[in-house]
């Protein structure tokens, strides 16, 4: 009797421990949609193009809804809770107008809060560049080294750097 329990403690402990790393790739996985997504806005106000902005914010919007906080440790549900609502809102503003202007105010404070949750959640796949405008004072995520500024679009492309690289998650 001692050895099935013993066997069984085993196989419970082994299905406990396969869980916990098969939920670990889909908080990754869907995390890193939202940066993908992120960057696609970035890309969109680096072009002045609100229209683009406006459209990938809806899947921004719509991506951070996806991320699954049941499958996050307690830790991680702490974390991701309490910028969620955040990240929304911002995403969530510049989906609803193609008023660039508006839509940079918005992308700073969505920048600053993606930073916090990659800062809190090292789960990035690549590396990930926090750059900054001293024009705007403000600063932005980027998965390349070479500036495009999002704040002043074509009109100050160049304008910026890298102030820490945010390396990807082994």
């Given at each position: 009797?001692?050895?099935?329990?013993s066997?069984?403690?085993?196989l419970l402990?082994?299905i406990i421990?396969?869980?916990?790393?098969?939920?670990?790739?889909a908080?990754?996985?869907s995390?890193?949609?939202?940066?993908?997504?992120?960057?696609?806005?970035?890309?969109?106000?680096?072009a002045?193009d609100?229209?683009v902005?406006?459209?990938?914010?809806?899947?921004?919007?719509?991506?951070?809804?996806?991320?699954?906080?049941k499958?996050?440790?307690a830790?991680?549900q702490?974390?991701?809770?309490?910028?969620v609502d955040?990240?929304?809102?911002?995403?969530?503003?510049?989906?609803?107008?193609?008023a660039?202007?508006?839509?940079?105010?918005?992308?700073?404070?969505?920048?600053k809060?993606?930073?916090?949750?990659?800062?809190?959640?090292?789960?990035n796949?690549?590396?990930?560049?926090?750059?900054y405008?001293p024009?705007?004072k403000?600063?932005?995520?980027s998965?390349?080294?070479?500036?495009?500024?999002?704040?002043?679009?074509?009109s100050?492309?160049?304008?910026g750097?890298?102030?820490?690289?945010l390396k990807?998650?082994?």
């Amino acid at each position: 009797m001692k050895t099935i329990r013993s066997i069984f403690t085993t196989l419970l402990l082994l299905i406990i421990v396969a869980n916990a790393r098969a939920q670990a790739p889909a908080v990754s996985t869907s995390i890193n949609n939202v940066v993908t997504t992120y960057l696609d806005v970035k890309s969109a106000l680096t072009a002045d193009d609100g229209a683009v902005a406006e459209s990938k914010a809806k899947l921004l919007y719509a991506q951070i809804g996806t991320v699954p906080v049941k499958d996050m440790s307690a830790k991680q549900q702490t974390i991701w809770k309490s910028y969620v609502d955040k990240l929304s809102f911002d995403s969530r503003h510049i989906s609803e107008t193609t008023a660039i202007d508006h839509q940079r105010e918005h992308f700073a404070s969505l920048s600053k809060n993606m930073y916090a949750v990659l800062k809190a959640l090292p789960v990035n796949n690549t590396a990930i560049y926090w750059e900054y405008c001293p024009m705007k004072k403000a600063s932005w995520l980027s998965d390349k080294p070479a500036i495009e500024n999002p704040y002043y679009g074509k009109s100050m492309l160049d304008c910026g750097s890298v102030k820490e690289v945010l390396k990807a998650a082994n």
